[in-house]
């Protein structure tokens, strides 16, 4: 299992980012996919999940109405759109699948929003 996150980066409070993961290693199709993300000094917590034909999604209370998460099938990518960022969005965000009892992360992507 790989998955690689991209599309971090440096936004102003009330803006947007895109991120995306894309996954090998494994039949993406038929797993949910899920981000977390980890502010410094913080415990990571997890922010989206999306089931593996799409359609069900869950949300984190504090990014309900602001973050969409969606995949792509085709291509083997998951994204997460982010609008209406606040500073408090600020963290290394994580792309995440589960096998089981065993967890697989990405490397990560920082996003950091000030001004």
């Known amino acids: 299992v790989q998955l690689v996150e991209s599309g971090g980066g440096l936004v102003q409070p009330g803006g947007s980012l895109r991120l995306s993961c894309a996954a090998s290693?494994?039949?993406?199709?038929?797993?949910?996919m899920s981000w977390y993300r980890q502010a410094p000094g913080k415990e990571r917590e997890l922010v989206a999940t999306?089931?593996?034909?799409?359609?069900?999604?869950n949300y984190a209370d504090s990014v309900k109405g602001r973050f969409t998460i969606s995949r792509d099938n085709a291509k083997n990518t998951v994204y997460l759109q982010m609008n209406s960022l606040k500073p408090e969005d600020t963290a290394v965000y994580y792309c995440n699948t589960r096998r089981g009892l065993t967890n697989y992360w990405g490397q990560g992507t920082q996003v950091t929003v000030s001004s």
């Open positions: 290693g494994f039949t993406f199709s038929s797993y949910a």
């Open positions: 999306i089931i593996s034909f799409g359609g069900i999604t």
